[in-house]
């Protein structure tokens, strides 16, 4: 009998086309988000199963799924899965830590840019009809000789680097790991403790992972420290902002503007996660700047990035050892950067 897949998606038909040629596939063709007992009902007996940023595997899901051999996600940061319970149950966990990278740092200078100068306010006023010619108004703040602080230089925050160093804006980061080869990163760049970035910066763009340590990294606390008049971009997970912080730090001006493309709801691993987007810094259209989670929302990306979540699930089902693996079923998880 062929090994069994499920699929908690929708994805390209190349994909169901390749893992067909082994497999028998179970695909999702909702473009609703599947519950998660919808989903435990579909891979119960499962050998393997994709999930994706929206889904959740725990200890529980797992003591369920006897069968499986491998979780592969479609993704890079995996804190709503349980690792530690797939290694101990002999289950492959994978990932995909490089083709996300490029898009989403594409996308921060997109919220950026489109935060700073009003981009978003500008076109919702050329919408109204009232629009006669210029008038000296919506007036910005330009990129060229301002300070750009990085919260996390990890791959992420250096490809963000890069791509901003050509707006000539000085950059300095806060990172556990200095940067020691500057091939793919601006020269100059300095590491700093996060207050110094955060009170140094016209910008801030936050890049890190969500672990215990940067959870609520962005709070009171921190936005007391931050320049004011600073613009916010969150990049990473939306837990690592205190969104009713950001609120406060908007409501009173020490945030001229807030960009997102992650938010507190979806971080599914935690019980007391909010069930929204805060209404209060949804209705503050003018000095936010929201995306729906669209890091990666590139097409012929998104096709890779599933591809290789497929080649993982073959080559599990290979007797191998996936590429994208970050534990090892013997009972030793591996090495694994903490940066995203």
Known sequence: MKPKVVITQPVHREIIELLGQQCEVIPSSSLVTLGSDEILRRAK??????????????????????????????????DNFDVESCTRRGVWFTTIPDLLTIPTAELAVGLL???SRNISEGDRFMRTGRFNGWRPKLYGKGLSGSHLGIVGMGALGQAIAKRLSIFDMSISYTDPVPVTDQKEVPWGMNLCPLDLVLSQSDFVILAVPLTCATFHLIDHGALEKIKKGAFLVNMCRGSVVDENAVISALSSGKLAGYAADVFETEDWAKPDRPQNVPDALIRMTSATLFTPHLGSAVD????????????????AFQGKR????INDIAGRQVGHSNHI
């Open 300 to 315: 012929h990306v998104r096709l890779e990035i599933e591809m290789e979540a497929a080649r993982n699930i073959l080559q």
């Open 45 to 78: 007996n499962a050998d393997g199963i994709m999930v994706f940023m929206s889904d959740r595997v725990d200890d529980s899901f797992l003591q369920l799924c006897p069968n499986l051999k491998i979780v592969a996600a479609a993704l890079k940061g995996y």
């Open 113 to 115: 840019i489109g935060l």
């Open 322 to 325: 996936p590429t994208g693996a």
